[in-house]
């Protein structure tokens, strides 16, 4: 998805929001004032370019095409959006948590900054008219289609949070809440046809001359696919892919400028290069290696959680990054398999190689993330037709990596598996804790050899008054609090934060901050509490800013 690193790049801001890594006021008319940024730091980068500074407006221009998340930071960092609206609407915005309704409000800032950037980006690049509205509606869409799958996520969250024992399992028991990852996953990859078919503004492929052709080509390379269709980009795309893994919901998608530029011969090899992918196991290839590498992450995250503040982020972001590597060297190679058997399937590597160089254009010997340059792939073909030897070795080496990745991921996906099984009757503990059934909590904590102590003291606690609704808990916490009994307090705390209790959970995120001296989040926290509370850690909060007496 063309907008996928700036979505990544607004969910890191957003995380660093979350971690309390702010500066500067509570300003929420911000948002508005930020409004024109997008423009001006895209446009400024075509006029340095007009006066003759090509690199410094070369520089301009990346930052432009980052604006949207980037002027998003300043809202998120600079002027504390995520404190204006837990203040304004009671929610926790916890990235940790459950999502919430508010979350959307959270992001809706970078949507509109997003949807600015295209904007001046269409203004820079194209005169005004028709081609400037042609390209900026089609990037608009491409944007919104990379909001499906989190708005489906949200969505599909906020259900399933509507049904408290649901939610609740999901959130506290580890093996439900990736039980409910890997149906949100499968859902995705089974629809992801017709979602894409629908926001991609495509139509079923006209032309029987071209079907019969694309016909024959799929019958030679044994693929089935469900039908061709025309991926309307008003000819600012010359591409094509196949999307689904089922032949029965599997779609072949081709832009309209791919079909405008080449000859019927030279769409049949970008046919059969689409074909190559889908049976040279690509896709099932590169999920397993990127579920292999997220596992990986997540268990050395949390191994080296709690050695230094942030460890945990920093090592997950070491593994992405080396995804985000592996992913290139591995795509480049792909691309390279699939067009050796787009010429197998042809019957020669010239029609490939002549649709390159059309779509290539003065770009031919420019390589990217994902792609060689066409004079490396054409120079690649050459040799293979020569060597047949040296081209089966080639593919047996990305066979046996393709191996691999399903092997990493099936060891990886086992002792995931193994950990979250041996979690589980310490998780169905404290969900019975955060569905209030107290007793059921005291029975599986007997069954427990070794039960943590924090596990132990909360049951205990909820023991003491069992039929205590969350409010009454809070209440409790606070007596205990006054009277100077911090622990006791921090217990009925816990207790009514884990039923879900709004106010609890922001007392026990600046508690929370107060156990860990961080003042900031401690302070971006106090106007969420109710009016008892946040006098009295208010109180602390400015016995530590003042610092020790003398």
């Known amino acids: 998805m063309a907008h996928l690193p700036q979505l990544l790049l607004a969910a890191l801001l957003v995380t660093l929001a979350e971690a309390g890594l702010t500066w500067g ?85 970078f949507v ?65 809440g990736a039980a409910f990852l890997c149906v949100l996953l499968v859902g995705l990859m089974v629809q992801l046809p017709a979602l894409l078919t629908v926001s991609w503004r495509t139509h079923t492929l006209r032309d029987p001359e071209l079907q019969t052709l694309f016909d024959r080509v799929s019958e030679r390379a044994g693929f089935r696919a469900r039908r061709v269709r025309i991926w309307e980009t008003g000819n600012l795309v010359a591409n094509a892919a196949i999307v689904g893994l089922l032949p029965s919901r599997r779609e072949v998608l081709l832009s309209d400028s791919l079909v405008a530029q080449l000859e019927p011969e030279e769409l049949a090899s970008v046919f059969a ?63 390279l398999q699939a067009d050796l058997f787009a010429m197998r399937t042809i019957g020669s590597g010239r029609p490939l190689v002549m649709a390159l160089e059309k779509v290539g254009g003065n770009l031919r010997d420019i390589g990217s993330w994902r792609h060689f340059g066409t004079g490396r792939r054409a120079a690649f073909l050459v040799r293979a037709q020569s060597d047949e030897g040296w081209a089966r070795r080639f593919e047996d080496r990305l066979r046996r990596i393709g191996h691999a990745g399903y092997a990493a991921f099936a060891v990886l996906a086992l002792l995931q598996l193994a950990l979250l099984v041996r979690a589980l009757p310490v998780d169905r503990t ?50 205990a609090a006054e009277a100077g009994a911090g622990e006791e307090a921090r217990q009925w705390v816990a207790l009514a934060s884990l039923r879900g209790l709004r106010e609890a959970r922001h007392v026990s995120r600046v508690l929370d901050a107060l156990d860990r001296d961080d003042l900031p989040v401690a302070m971006d926290g106090l106007w969420l509490l109710p009016t008892p509370w946040r006098a009295l850690l208010g109180a602390e909060l400015t016995q530590r800013l003042a610092g020790p007496s003398d």
């Open 25 to 109: 006021p509570v300003a929420p008319w911000a948002a508005l004032l930020l409004l024109p940024l997008p423009h001006l730091i895209v446009l400024s980068g075509r006029n340095l370019a007009g006066r003759g500074a090509f690199r410094a407006g070369l520089v301009m221009a990346t930052i432009g095409r980052f604006s949207g998340p980037l002027v998003f930071g300043v809202l998120l960092l600079g002027c504390g959006w995520l404190s204006w609206l837990r203040a304004s609407t009671g929610a926790a915005l916890d990235l940790e948590g459950w999502p919430e309704p508010a979350l959307a409000w959270a992001l809706l800032p």
């Open 112 to 176: 509109a900054y997003e949807a600015l950037s295209i904007d001046a980006q269409s203004r820079s690049a194209w005169p005004a008219g028709v081609e400037r509205r042609r390209w900026r509606a089609f990037q608009l869409r491409m944007f919104a289609t990379s909001l499906v799958p989190p708005g489906l996520f949200l969505g599909l969250a906020l259900l399933v949070g509507s049904v408290p024992w649901l939610r609740v399992h999901v959130e506290q028991v580890q093996l439900a």
């Open 273 to 335: 290069h689409e074909v190559g992918h889908s049976r040279c196991n690509h896709v099932p290839t590169f999920l397993s290696w990127a579920l292999a590498f997220l596992l990986a992450g997540h268990l050395l995250a949390s191994a080296a959680a709690g050695a230094f503040p942030g460890a945990d982020l920093v090592v997950f972001a070491g593994v992405f990054g080396a995804w985000l590597l592996a992913f290139g060297w591995l795509s480049r190679r792909f691309e």
């Open 430 to 479: 404290w969900a019975a804790l955060a569905l209030g059934d107290y007793a059921a909590a005291e029975r599986r904590l007997e069954r427990l050899e070794q039960p943590e102590e924090a596990l132990t003291d909360l049951v205990g606690r909820a023991a003491t008054a069992s039929k205590a609704s969350a409010e009454e808990q809070l209440g409790r916490a606070l007596v």
